[in-house]
């Protein structure tokens, strides 16, 4: 088992839609939980962090289920420019990330 | 403006032929890593620095070394590529060792090996 699952997608979209990606983790002590976007054939950037109770920045939406190990992300009224590849991304020790193969996201007009 | 660099951002190489590729970070970050993307697997760490002339291997070093002699560069060194070395390359650097800082990324290195 992967130690980070993600659907591959893509996830097809029209403007507007509201969208949720999970990811799942595999390691229980797993402390720190992140959101990276990428854009093809460019470097991964950080889009937000995951909070124990929750955080949202503008219409992203993150969620953290420790009893069930996992992450969502969710995207209201996609935009065009929203498409990309989403990385979730794990920390279980303080030396290294665990990422995710990523969810791909294509909004359509 | 704070960045990482990486070059080549594009190199094609033969079997054999040992080549370095040069990271560099503005940051004054202490932890500097590589990764390989690679369709299908993600993002796998190569190896890592918590600090000048302090390495680790990542899950799949075999094939590569690195040092770190300079707080801001971490060359990533193939002293004999082989074709399944073929991949996406970036170089990301934090500041701080704990996972709760931001990773930042270079342009990445697309590299082939024939």
């Known amino acids: 088992r992967k130690e980070v699952e993600q659907d591959p997608g893509p996830f097809n979209v029209p403007e507007g839609a509201t969208v949720a990606f999970n990811c799942t983790y595999s390691?229980?002590?797993?402390?720190?939980f992140f959101w990276y976007r990428q854009d093809c054939r460019k470097e991964p950037k950080l889009l937000m962090s995951?909070?124990?109770s929750g955080n949202e920045d503008g219409r992203f939406t993150a969620q953290l289920n420790r009893a069930s190990q996992y992450i969502s992300l969710l995207i209201r009224d996609s935009k065009l420019s929203d498409s990309a590849t989403y990385l979730c991304?794990?920390?279980?020790?303080?030396?290294?990330?665990?990422f995710g193969t990523g969810t791909r996201l294509q909004v359509f007009p | 403006e704070a960045q990482v660099t990486q070059n080549p951002r594009y190199l094609i190489t033969v079997t054999g032929k040992k080549l370095t590729v040069t990271c560099s970070q503005n940051?004054?970050?202490?932890?500097m890593s590589w990764y390989r993307q690679d369709p299908g697997l993600g993002l796998r760490q190569i190896y890592y620095?918590?600090?000048?002339?302090?390495?680790d291997k990542g899950d799949v070093p075999e094939g590569y070394k690195v040092s770190r002699k300079e707080k801001r560069n971490f060359p990533l060194i193939l002293e004999s590529p082989s074709p399944n070395q073929t991949s996406l390359y970036f170089c990301?650097?934090?500041?701080?060792?704990?996972?709760?800082?931001?990773?930042?990324f270079g342009p990445g290195t697309r590299l082939t090996v024939t």
């Open positions: 940051m004054n970050h202490e932890y």
């Open positions: 390691n229980s002590a797993s402390q720190s």
């Open positions: 991304v794990v920390n279980h020790n303080t030396d290294k990330l665990i």
């Open positions: 620095s918590m600090n000048v002339e302090v390495t």
């Open positions: 990301a650097s934090s500041f701080s060792t704990s996972g709760l800082y931001e990773q930042y």
């Open positions: 995951v909070y124990s």
